[in-house]
């Protein structure tokens, strides 16, 4: 259509011309293509708003701005982390050679563009590539293979230090579980000698690190033994949260196992990463233990495992447990 057809075209009414078409019957936005956002420029400037007596929003319609964030304001809502990747899922090249325990990565990487890795027969030198568990590894003419993970779980006696090792030579929990597996496996955290219950071992670097940080809440559930009566009224003080000389510690829940018959035995359940945090908490009310017994660790349970006996995970219990941190 010519400029002179579109000239005598009559004009409707009611509506004014966009002040942003050009010459060539395009406006701005279409120049710009969908999607594209106005530069604030190109905003128009609205008026000012109604206030609430002049016909603004209706009552019982107003939006709750509580949670919006505001100028100067920040989030106080923990950045959720990255999931644990699946054992089985592909790896950089530099990090499954790491694994195998031949150098850290910065030399792997050296290594790789140096045409010194290849894979499945193949010379790899970019940075970056990815390698399944299965692949054919080759570094400067030997074959390589990463680390088996592994995942065990103990049902922890008592009279075993739940350390690593102890230089007066005494019963460690490492007694139990040395036969388990070629590879060293250490446990995630500690317990004391005469606690029992669950504690999970693993040679995975990148679990164990996330089950102790600090941002790491799961579930644990305690099957708790004093040797005195515990106060009805300390149920809801726990759950409430009490400052302690080692900082402000609180459970998730807590009840007694049978108020009738054994007062003395209560179940808590605790969402904290520190191991010692519930008998602080016990301990700061007075509280003599008689026998701390975890019974619930994230989503494992002692449930068919019995005292003194561990068991590798199965791979429903290891995706259940990756999910959890």
Known sequence: MSDRSRSQRPKRTGRS????????????S???GFGSRRSLSETPQEGPKPTRHQGGKK????????NQRGPGRHSTK???????KDVDAPLRLNKFIANSGVCVRREADILITAGAVTVNGNVVTELGTKVQPTDKVVVEGQRIK??????????KPKNFLGTAGDKQGRRTVMDLVKNATRELLLPVDKMERMDTGLLLFTNDPEMAERMRSSGTKFRQLYHVTLRQKFRA??????????????????????EFIDE????????????SNRPKALAILLEHLGYDIERLDRTVLGPLTKKDLPRGHW??????????LRMSL
């Open 17 to 28: 011309e966009n002040p942003n078409r050009n010459r060539s019957g395009s406006s701005e």
């Open 30 to 32: 279409e120049k710009r």
């Open 59 to 66: 009552k019982g319609h107003s939006k709750d701005t509580r």
């Open 78 to 84: 923990p950045k959720r982390r990255p999931a644990l």
């Open 146 to 155: 990463p680390e088996k993970k592994h995942y065990l779980i103990l049902n």
């Open 233 to 254: 009224e300390h149920l809801a003080d726990i759950v409430k949260g009490i400052e302690t000389e080692r900082g402000f510690i609180k459970a998730s829940s807590a």
């Open 260 to 271: 009738s018959k054994k007062p003395k035995e209560i179940g808590v359940e605790m969402h």
């Open 311 to 320: 068991r590798a995970l199965d791979r429903e219990e290891l995706n259940l």
